[in-house]
């Protein structure tokens, strides 16, 4: 017998092999594993801070806030339990934000001096308005204040790093 013959006898001895295994893929159809996917959390996305820098802190409930809203618990700080796990805000106690969204642009209009933030402070304000409920893409994000009324357009730096 050549090696060609020998060849093809056991390619045809593989291919009938393969073919009366199949793929070992049972034929159940559909199994119910529960809900499917939704996307996002629908609770309230708060930037806070703690030792190593800036961090998400997600409020659970039915729904979403909106942005004006998102941004009143914002400046209210983090809640008890957040505090436990060692979060804090570095946004004056006193004081609030008003939004203001345009088709592209979500305009904070500060009580305090803008002066006044730390960077850490500032980004807490733009990473939480950046990822508070609008409609369309993610806005960019201007803040507005007494001592600065011409817009002082911000990114936030997480979610720039990507």
Request: aromatic residues 2%; glycine residues 8%.
């Amino acid at each position: 017998m050549t090696t060609r013959r020998r060849l093809r006898l056991a390619g045809a001895a593989t291919a009938l092999l393969l073919g009366a295994c199949g793929c070992s893929i049972s034929t159940t159809g559909p199994v119910r594993s529960g809900q499917p996917a939704t996307g996002i959390d629908p609770g309230t996305r708060l930037y806070f801070l703690d030792q190593h820098g800036i961090r998400l802190a997600i409020r659970s409930s039915a729904q979403r806030e909106d942005l004006q809203q998102t941004l009143n618990t914002l400046v209210a700080g983090p809640d008890q339990a957040e505090k436990r796990s060692g979060l804090y805000s570095d946004l004056p106690p006193n004081g609030h934000v008003q939004a203001t969204v345009t088709p592209d642009t979500v305009t904070l209009r500060l009580s305090w001096s803008a002066a006044s933030l730390s960077a850490p402070a500032v980004q807490q304000l733009v990473c939480t308005a950046e990822d508070a409920p609008t409609a369309g893409p993610s806005p960019r994000i201007a803040i507005v204040s007494s001592d600065a009324p011409s817009a002082i357009h911000q990114e936030c730096d997480l979610h720039r790093a990507g």
